[in-house]
């Protein structure tokens, strides 16, 4: 059985969207995990925020369903983790932040349990596991300024994440479309583009193009 590591927004995003199905769909042969922190961030703060708590509420039924599962980090590989990851770009000599815990003690968590697979929406961290050189181009863009490099750290945090394989909660949407997770409804394709719409809106990183470019070829 393959293992997934979840991150919040992904998540959330899915919640959002109604489509925290896919998990259910997919849970003979895909664990799907997420650390502590994530736990906190998805479920444990927002469960006494009124207009979150219908999130939290969800993925709290799929932790006692035991669709998603709660593992723990190793707090000093996560803080490593987050020291390498935050000190990579500079601009004018300061370190950029980059990461937040949540997304450091999921890194951490894949690459202590060997987890290949990660699923996170949010485009800072997936850019700059798969492609940190885009990312220092998009830094560059952004503050007009040349970004500064820190090759050792950069090297380290490349070698650590080399094995992980990232998904959005898009491409987990498809999947379950070609699996017949929308064919109960009247039109299937519909249903699909307005579910990677609405996961666009919530913060997936989704491009127009690439919505349009797979819905052409259905």
Same mark, same amino acid.
């Given at each position: 059985?393959e293992?997934?590591?979840?991150?919040?927004?992904?998540?959330?995003?899915?919640?959002?969207?109604?489509?925290?199905?896919?998990?259910?769909?997919?849970?003979?042969?895909?664990n799907?995990v997420i650390?502590?922190?994530v736990e906190?961030?998805?479920?444990?703060?927002?469960?006494s925020i009124?207009q979150?708590?219908?999130?939290?509420?969800?993925l709290?039924?799929?932790?006692?369903?035991?669709?998603?599962t709660?593992?723990?980090?190793?707090d000093?590989f996560?803080k490593?983790?987050m020291?390498?990851g935050?000190h990579?770009?500079?601009?004018?000599g300061?370190?950029?932040h980059?990461?937040d815990k949540?997304?450091?003690?999921?890194?951490?968590?894949?690459v202590?349990?060997?987890i290949r697979?990660?699923?996170?929406?949010e485009?800072t961290t997936?850019?700059?596991i798969?492609?940190?050189e885009?990312?220092?181009k998009?830094?560059?863009?952004?503050?007009h300024?040349n970004?500064?490099?820190?090759?050792?750290n950069?090297?380290?945090?490349?070698?650590?994440?080399k094995?992980? +394989?990232?998904?959005? %909660?898009?491409e $987990?949407?498809?999947?379950? !479309?070609?699996?017949?997770y929308?064919?109960?409804? @009247?039109n299937p +394709?519909?249903?699909? %583009?307005?579910s $990677?719409?609405k996961?666009? !809106?919530?913060g997936?990183?989704?491009?127009f193009? @690439?919505?349009e +470019?797979?819905?052409?070829?259905l």
């Amino acid at each position: 059985m393959e293992t997934v590591i979840c991150d919040a927004s992904s998540l959330i995003a899915l919640s959002d969207t109604c489509d925290l199905g896919v998990l259910r769909l997919f849970r003979k042969k895909v664990n799907f995990v997420i650390p502590k922190m994530v736990e906190y961030e998805c479920i444990t703060r927002p469960m006494s925020i009124k207009q979150y708590s219908i999130h939290a509420y969800k993925l709290q039924h799929l932790v006692e369903k035991k669709i998603i599962t709660v593992i723990d980090e190793d707090d000093n590989f996560l803080k490593r983790i987050m020291d390498l990851g935050n000190h990579i770009f500079y601009r004018k000599g300061k370190p950029i932040h980059l990461i937040d815990k949540g997304e450091c003690g999921m890194i951490a968590s894949a690459v202590d349990r060997d987890i290949r697979y990660m699923l996170i929406d949010e485009r800072t961290t997936r850019t700059l596991i798969e492609a940190p050189e885009v990312l220092k181009k998009h830094l560059e863009d952004e503050f007009h300024v040349n970004i500064m490099v820190n090759i050792e750290n950069l090297e380290e945090f490349k070698r650590l994440t080399k094995n992980i +394989k990232i998904l959005r %909660s898009s491409e $987990l949407v498809i999947m379950a !479309y070609k699996k017949g997770y929308f064919d109960s409804y @009247e039109n299937p +394709k519909q249903f699909l %583009s307005a579910s $990677l719409y609405k996961l666009k !809106y919530t913060g997936c990183a989704l491009s127009f193009d @690439e919505i349009e +470019k797979f819905i052409s070829t259905l």
